[in-house]
């Protein structure tokens, strides 16, 4: 049975960077991700003046709940979404000017309902091009708090930004959101919240946050659900068996549930207390699916639907059209180059089973995104000929990720 060692969660990684930071004293991280996104994170950390001490497997973050230790920094936020909208978020308790930047690519990404958030709280920031997008000049004189109204049905990362931000302003904050997707991302951030000595209150969707700061903590990170998603497919389409240690029934990542679809897909799927299994039975049936609250792990589905029995129909993803590319149009425009019938929507894509003939290798247009070449990497198990036109892009969230498939690859 193929043990799989993944690396440790991206959400939880850059959350944990933002309260080990913001804490009282010392905090260590235990197994955190190791990627481009991370390594940013952290050294964005860094040139605001945390000390961040790194040995493979252990961070060490010197926390500074007065905010940044320089009075001015110039912050490259490279790709990564949650490095763009929670350093500036961060730094805006602290007293200072600080500059973000980021790729071209992050620079496409919205950002308008949090700074407009952080803009109602009296923060003084200004985008310098896009108004909504990077780059953008904080102006940092403190927080104070108050009541906040927010839109976070284009991510809930703007929510998880203020959630994080409230302990640190002087009377705390009450939140009240909108719209919300991805609502299992803002339930990591409040069980981690709570780990770092923060309970938040919740009554309908407005969010109470306390002020009065987080405490520093030795904090382990799990396994990242999202990547593990692309194993458990491949256990599933090649009849295969494959185990995640470190995600089982207490995992705080909602993308764990993506082995409930795989289930009703026909999959044999065991979560065990501390890990979790999925068996490939050789049956995979079409499905309708919400996946809302699984974003992340769309294309995972849309890369082996086409060796479904019946139509596979994916719902209330409009999200996605908004992260590192239009991952649904992506999703397309791949399965049509394999020859595979697919139909998209404003919210929604549905995939034709493949039929006899193919699908038929093709190289994949990746679009620079780390989920879409990991997604087609399964579809490559089944389908001979399968390439990436830029199969370096997954070192943003999985450096290793060519070898550790190539691995399972010949264990299946």
């Known amino acids: 049975m193929p043990l799989v060692d993944i690396p440790g969660s991206k959400s939880i990684t850059a959350r944990a960077l933002f309260l080990a930071a913001a804490a009282d004293g010392v905090t260590t991280l235990l197994r955190p991700l190791r990627s481009d996104d991370t390594e940013g994170f952290a050294e964005g950390l860094t040139r605001l003046g945390y000390r961040v001490g790194r040995t493979p497997d252990t961070w060490q973050i010197d926390g500074r709940p007065q905010g940044p230790a320089v009075a001015e920094a110039d912050v490259h936020c490279r790709d990564g979404a949650t490095t763009a909208r929670f350093l500036p978020t961060l730094a805006a308790a602290g007293h200072g000017t600080f500059r973000f930047d980021a790729s071209p690519q992050m620079r496409r990404r919205p950002l308008l309902p949090l700074t407009r958030a952080l803009r109602d709280l009296g923060v003084e920031l200004r985008h310098e091009e896009r108004e909504g997008h990077h780059p953008l000049t904080v102006t940092a004189a403190g927080v104070k708090g108050g009541e906040v109204t927010l839109d976070a049905g284009q991510s809930s990362q703007y929510l998880t930004a203020l959630l994080l931000l409230g302990p640190l302003t002087r009377e705390g904050l009450r939140i009240t959101v909108t719209d919300l997707v991805s609502v299992p991302y803002v339930e990591i951030t409040l069980a981690m919240m709570r780990a770092f000595g923060v309970q938040v209150g919740r009554a309908g969707h407005t969010y109470e946050v306390p002020p009065g700061g987080y405490r520093a903590t030795t904090y382990p990170v799990e396994p990242d659900a999202s990547t593990a998603s692309y194993f458990f497919a491949a256990a599933a389409v090649t009849g295969g ?122 190289e994949i247009k990746s679009y620079g995104d780390h989920r879409i070449v990991m997604s087609f990497a399964v579809t490559g198990l089944r389908v001979p000929g399968v390439s990436f036109d830029d199969p370096g892009c997954v070192r943003k969230t999985f450096p290793g990720f060519h070898e550790e498939f190539g691995a399972l690859r010949a264990r299946l």
């Open 241 to 362: 068996e494959v185990t995640v240690p470190g995600l089982g029934e207490g995992a705080l990542q909602g993308d764990l549930g993506f082995v409930d679809v795989l289930r009703r897909m026909g999959a044999e799927v065991s979560v065990g207390a501390r890990s979790t299994t999925v068996r490939g039975t050789g049956e995979l049936r079409g499905v309708t699916v919400n996946m809302r609250d699984i974003s992340d792990t769309m294309p995972t589905l849309a890369a082996i639907a086409p060796f479904a029995s019946g139509p596979v129909r994916i719902e209330d993803v409009a999200n996605t059209r908004v992260k590192e590319c239009d991952r649904l149009e992506a999703c397309a425009e791949n399965l049509r180059r394999l020859g595979v019938r697919t139909r998209t929507g404003p919210d929604r894509i549905e995939i034709q089973p493949a039929g006899p003939g193919g699908p038929t290798g093709t």
